[in-house]
Nanobody, 123 residues
Framework: QVQLVESGGGLVQAGGSLRLSCAASGRTFRSYAMGWFRQAPGKEREFVAAISWTGGNTAYADSVKGRFTLSRDNVKNTVYLQMNSLKPEDTAVYYC????????????????WGQGTQVTVSS
C-alpha cells in the first residue's frame, strides 16, 4: 500500500494562494489515481479533486473549479494541488488520497490516506 505525506498547508488571506504537495512512497506510484479531500470543523469530509495515473484525466468539485489545479509528477512521486483565489470557506484539513487504478475512481473508492494538512483562509 502506498504511504502518503502532505505538506504546504498554512494560513493565508482571502484571495491568496497555496500549493499543497503529497509525496508518496512506493515504486508503483504511477499505477495510482490520486485525490484530495477536505474536512472543515463540524462537517463531513468532502471530495476536492482527483487525477488519473497518467495525469490525463482530472475531476474537481464544483466549489473549486477554476480556482484549484491538480497535477502530478510521476518521477518525483508527488501530486500538487495549486489553490488560487482562496476563500474563507476553503478552510479545512486537506487530505491526500490514493487508489490503485488506471482510471479515475469515484470519490468513495479512494482507500489510502495521508494524515492531512491544515489550510486556514482568513477574511
Amino acid at each position: 500500500q502506498v504511504q502518503l505525506v502532505e505538506s504546504g498547508g498554512g494560513l493565508v488571506q482571502a484571495g491568496g494562494s497555496l500549493r499543497l504537495s503529497c509525496a508518496a512512497s512506493g515504486r508503483t506510484f504511477r499505477s495510482y489515481a490520486m485525490g484530495w479531500f477536505r474536512q472543515a470543523p463540524g462537517k463531513e469530509r468532502e471530495f476536492v479533486a482527483a487525477i488519473s495515473w497518467t495525469g490525463g484525466n482530472t475531476a474537481y468539485a464544483d466549489s473549486v473549479k477554476g480556482r484549484f489545479t491538480l497535477s502530478r509528477d510521476n518521477v518525483k512521486n508527488t501530486v500538487y494541488l495549486q489553490m488560487n483565489s482562496l476563500k474563507p470557506e476553503d478552510t479545512a484539513v486537506y487530505y491526500c488520497a490514493a487508489r490503485l487504478s488506471y482510471g479515475l475512481p469515484s470519490p468513495s473508492q479512494f482507500d489510502s490516506w495521508g494524515q492531512g494538512t491544515q489550510v486556514t483562509v482568513s477574511s
